[in-house]
């Protein structure tokens, strides 16, 4: 049974950072390209940031330099480290794994910008 499991958000004051974890368990983590998206309220679905098997990174230009994706493929988890967080920034993040037709998504962990 294929399970992500994100974890790590919180309500932060603008400036702040935070660390986003996605655990992977029943696929063979390595192969898989892995996503973080995020949803604000009444908006859609947008891609935030991308690491693919050989750790080749891309984001969205709204994050850029501000927020980074790796992986522990030992752990079988990905991060996403975000700095010089903005309300902007506001919305629940997903984990997605992806790997040919296999396409899985987390639960979902909310993150707050505000003062």
């Known amino acids: 049974q294929v399970q992500l499991v994100d974890s790590g958000g919180d309500l932060v004051q603008p400036g702040g950072s935070l660390r986003l974890s996605c655990a992977a368990s029943?696929?063979?983590?390595?192969?898989?390209?892995m996503r973080w998206y995020r949803q604000a309220p009444g908006k859609q679905r947008e891609l935030v940031a991308t690491i693919n098997s050989g750790g080749t990174t891309n984001y969205a230009d709204s994050v850029k330099g501000r927020f980074t994706i790796s992986r522990d493929n030992a752990k079988n988890t990905v991060y996403l480290q975000m700095n010089s967080l903005k309300p902007e920034d506001t919305a629940v993040y997903y984990c997605?794994?992806?790997?040919?037709?296999?396409?899985?998504w987390g639960q979902g962990t909310q993150v707050t910008v505000s003062s």
């Open positions: 997605n794994s992806y790997f040919r037709s296999y396409n899985h």
């Open positions: 029943g696929i063979i983590f390595s192969i898989y390209t």
